[in-house]
Structures are given as C-alpha cells and as structure tokens.
C-alpha cells in the first residue's frame, strides 16, 4: 500500500539516539508529571499533559498537550498534537491535528490537519484523503491526497493529487492474499512447533508487542543501515535485510492465527488448526483492505507479529491457546 510504504520509508529517517525507556501501558495511561526519559505508551485513550524526553505511542485517542524534546512517532485512530516537538513527527492515523511546532513532518492517515498556530521548521510531507495546511511550513510541503486546502504558507508547495481509493480490492491484492493464506497454511503443516511459539508471545502480550515491535521495526532498519554503508558490511546487510523483509512478510500471519484462535474460543467453537487461521486470516484481510483503517491495521499487525517473532527467538514456548498450532 502507498500508505504503508511512506511509513516504512519514514520510519528510516529516524535516529537511534534512545537511551532509555519508560513504558506506560493500561486503558487509559496519563503522564501528568515531567518524565526525563523517552517513553513508550499504548492504550485505548493516552494523554500527554506533562514533557517527556521522546514519545513513541499507538492507541485509539491520543492526545499531546505538552512540550516533547525529542521526536514523536504515534499511530492511532485519532492523534490531537498540541505541544511543541523538538524533532520530527511521524504519525499514521485515522485523523490526525499537528497544532504545534516540530523541526520535520512524515504523515499518513484519512485527515491530516496543520493548525494555524504550527510552525514546521523544515520539510513536512503528508499522504492522507484530506489535507489541510493552516500552518507554517518553512521548506518543502509535499502532500498526496484527494483533497488540499492551503490556507498557510509554505517555503514549496507540492500538491499530487490521488484519486479516491476503491472499496474493493484489486486483482493483485486479491492474488497476493490468497498467497499468503497458502503460505500460512504450509507454515502451521510444517512448522508447527516454531509457529506456535510465535503465536504463543501474540497472544501473551499483544499490547506491550505491538509497541515493541513498532520499535524494533524502526532499530533494526537503523542497524541494517549502518552496517551496509561499509564495503565490508555490505554482504551482511543484504543478508539481514532479507531476513527482515521475511520477517515482515510473515509477521501479519501470526497475527491471523492468533485473531481467529480468540475468536473461536470465545465463540465456543473447536475447528482443526487450518480453519482457526483461515478464520483470523479473513478477518484481518477485510479490515486491512479498508480505505484508511486497513493501512492502520497493517501497521500494527506487523508490529504485533514481528515483536512476537522476537520474543519467539528468545526460546520456543508451548502454544497456550485453545486450538494450539500443531
């Protein structure tokens, strides 16, 4: 998906300059006292009304009243930006407000929104269905959307304008689903043991996973990076940057698995292996071929997936869930 793919591109630009972590987790986590420490939050509703070092965030409601030194990565159904950020923005999101200041901007959601009061000091570059720029943008402002409305100033502006998104799925995408139901199928047939571990970490954590999945999505592309500028580490980076791209690839499959399992044992039903992830696995296709939404639903399909894979690494754990993945 364009959507997707402006996110992985972002989530390139961003430094590893982290040194510490705070997580906060819950129904709805708050910080209201300063936090001198980058921090990891998810939940259904998070506000932020005191300054923390960084933030890197996913949940339904997400709201940031005060001022953030470092950077901001956040994805959500609704992201309200209020304070200043001292670096950049990286948001994906349903609908999204940036009505503070930040040094660059990288957005991609269903309504994006510069308030009148945001100074961007550099480059902001948005991918939504609906644009507006009531701001300041002091270099490049490059927006893809269906609909732009310029009532701020920009150094540059770059306006691509995207037809509106189909409800249904094209052939490809269709082709390339059904691939991926095979491949899952194949991997539960024959790697039982490594496939349950996986879904086992999902299903155990899939909050505190999705968020450090998120992030380790963005440290390991850091690390494959840096490791490919020199000659020498060259070979090594193409190699891990197979095995990553895999990674990727596969993680949304565990996912599936995982969904249908709960699914089905809340439902009563005791179907065979195969039929517990064809279940999960439709699911999660129809809500990741919604315009919007689905690109939301992906990112943190992966991020879950890949954070369990992880985790999975650590050693192989008994699949606790009803069907189990034998």
Request: no cysteine; glycine share 14%.
């Amino acid at each position: 998906m364009k959507h997707l793919t402006v996110l992985i591109l972002g989530l390139l630009l961003i430094p590893s300059g982290a040194q510490a972590l705070t997580f906060l987790g819950g129904d709805q986590p708050v910080v209201d006292t300063p936090i001198a420490d980058d921090v990891v939050a998810s939940g259904g509703s998070v506000t932020i009304s005191a300054p923390v070092d960084s933030l890197t965030v996913a949940g339904g409601m997400v709201t940031v009243d005060a001022p953030v030194a470092g950077d901001i990565i956040a994805a959500g159904g609704t992201l309200i930006i209020n304070g200043d950020v001292g670096g950049k923005v990286l948001a994906a999101g349903g609908e999204i407000e940036l009505n503070g200041n930040a040094t660059n901007a990288l957005i991609t959601g269903g309504t994006v929104r510069i308030g009148e009061d945001a100074v961007i000091e550099r480059d902001a570059f948005i991918s939504a269905g609906q644009v507006t720029n009531a701001g300041s943008v002091l270099g490049n402002l490059t927006v893809s959307g269906e609909t732009f409305n310029n009532t701020g100033t920009a150094g540059n502006v770059t306006f691509e304008e995207e037809e509106p998104e189909s409800p249904f799925p094209g052939l490809f995408s269709v082709l390339a689903a059904i691939g991926f139901l095979i491949l899952g199928l194949l991997l539960i047939r024959v790697f039982p043991g490594p496939f349950a571990a996986v879904v086992w970490q999902v299903e155990k954590s899939p909050v505190v996973l999705t968020v450090l999945g998120f992030v380790a999505i963005i440290v390991s592309a850091i690390i494959l990076l840096i490791v490919a500028v020199t000659i020498i580490g060259l070979p090594l980076a193409l190699v891990g940057g197979l095995l990553f791209i895999v990674a990727l690839m596969l993680s949304s499959l565990f996912v599936a698995y995982a969904l249908g399992d709960v699914i089905a044992s809340r439902a009563g039903w005791r179907p065979g292996n195969a039929w517990i992830f064809v279940l999960g696995f439709v699911i999660l296709q129809v809500l990741i071929f919604i315009p919007v939404l689905g690109t939301i639903v992906q990112v943190i399909a992966v991020s879950l997936g890949y954070g369990g894979l992880l985790y999975a690494l650590r050693g192989v754990s008994p699949l606790r869930a009803s069907g189990g993945a034998a």
